[in-house]
């Protein structure tokens, strides 16, 4: 099934070598891949070589042949009816995974077969069901694997998960942090809704920067060598020069955070051709032009892209109401390169810098 989209993408001399007023209108068709399978929402994609994983209210599906088919690779719950995956990242062979309440299962044969990782978690019993706190993501760095449940702690880990160290009461607001990712040797929190920090001595000491008024956030992306935050009242753009946040959102589609006819969230970025893309709530995929400092559709207009994927020859989106999209992207504006593993070097998904 096909839905057809017109995107208009300029396209200047720093790209194709032409002058800076030529621009170049693209036909492109966003295919969807997830046919007569129930994937549900899609809240995170990841891939790996050949592999795409997707982690969705149903549980995680793969695909080895670029989306074209997919299978479910299923975990072992204690409650069958919780296998809402609410993060994923791929490393290699090993694929992590954190649900709404489960915990968190990683596998090291690429989703064959699976283990819990919960030892040191935070926890509380339910009659006879043990619940854990909704997993935010994964970072990876080096040989430590960093994990936040909003609320419910922040944690590391030196052995792959198998035992957990909080450091919530270690790390600035540790036990609030929504969401983190390293960029130019810092390691960066997002604290609640407002609040910033980061440490460049893996977290031993944190630097408490301004208010952030772009609201939780979601996801980050590396863009022209600045870092880019989606929130849920926009996008934020940190000024190292200024050492303030800025926020380039126009074009954008965004009303009041309190309308619930315009939500306002931006979920996921990807960067892919020298370009950033933005996945929102109900407005579908929104392009960034940096020369102009303007936003502009992208496609799947209506639906709610809660993951984007840059990964081998295409754009993937995974969305709420209709499973998984495809974009290829024409070579054209493949001159500037891909980041490896998908997504900017800085999201959960594929962060192996080191902190040093």
């Not at 940190?238 to 939500?263: F, H, K, R, V």
């Given at each position: 099934?096909?839905?057809?989209?017109?995107?208009?993408?300029?396209?200047?001399?720093?790209?194709?070598?032409?002058?800076?007023?030529?621009?170049?209108?693209?036909?492109?068709?966003?295919?969807?891949?997830?046919?007569?399978?129930?994937?549900?929402?899609?809240?995170?994609?990841?891939?790996?070589?050949?592999?795409?994983?997707?982690?969705?209210?149903?549980g995680v599906f793969r695909s080895e042949n670029n989306g074209q088919t997919w299978g479910r690779i299923g975990f072992d719950t204690q409650d069958p009816f919780d296998i809402s995956v609410a993060a994923l990242t791929v490393d290699r062979n090993s694929v992590y995974v954190g649900t709404w309440s489960s915990g968190l299962f990683r596998s090291d044969d690429a989703g064959e077969t699976w283990k819990r990782i919960n030892d040191g978690l935070w926890r509380q019993h339910s009659d006879e069901t043990v619940i854990y706190g909704t997993a935010r993501g994964f970072l990876i760095i080096d040989d430590t694997l960093i994990n936040v449940m909003y609320h419910a702690g922040t944690y590391t880990s030196t052995n792959r998960g198998e035992t957990w160290i909080n450091v919530s009461e270690k790390w600035e607001q540790g036990n609030s942090i929504y969401n983190m990712t390293f960029f130019d040797g810092y390691l960066w929190s997002a604290i609640s809704h407002v609040w910033m920090a980061r440490s460049a001595d893996k977290g031993e000491t944190w630097q408490r920067l301004p208010l952030f008024e772009g609201g939780f956030t979601c996801d980050w992306a590396v863009f022209e060598g600045q870092l880019y935050a989606a929130a849920d009242e926009g996008v934020g753009r940190?000024?190292?020069?200024?050492?303030?946040?800025?926020?380039?959102?126009?074009?954008?589609?965004?009303?009041?955070?309190?309308?619930?006819?315009?939500?306002s969230w931006v979920w996921s970025f990807a960067v892919r051709g020298g370009r950033l893309f933005a996945g929102l709530e109900t407005h579908g995929v929104y392009i960034f032009d940096a020369d102009a400092e303007r936003w502009s559709p992208a496609g799947l207009e209506g639906f709610s892209v809660h993951a984007l994927l840059s990964h081998t020859d295409a754009l993937y989106a995974g969305t709420d109401e209709n499973g998984i999209y495809r974009l290829e992207i024409p070579d054209v504006l493949t001159t500037t390169a891909i980041q490896p593993q998908g997504k900017a070097l800085t999201t959960w998904a594929g962060m192996k810098q080191s902190l040093d």
């Open positions: 099934m096909l839905y057809r989209f017109s995107i208009s993408i300029l396209v200047f001399g720093m790209l194709i070598g032409v002058a800076p007023t030529d621009a170049l209108a693209l036909e492109a068709e966003w295919q969807q891949l997830i046919n007569g399978i129930s994937i549900g929402q899609v809240w995170a994609l990841d891939g790996s070589a050949h592999r795409l994983y997707a982690g969705s209210s149903e940190w000024n190292e020069t200024t050492q303030m946040w800025e926020y380039p959102m126009d074009g954008l589609p965004i009303g009041s955070a309190w309308d619930p006819n315009d939500p």
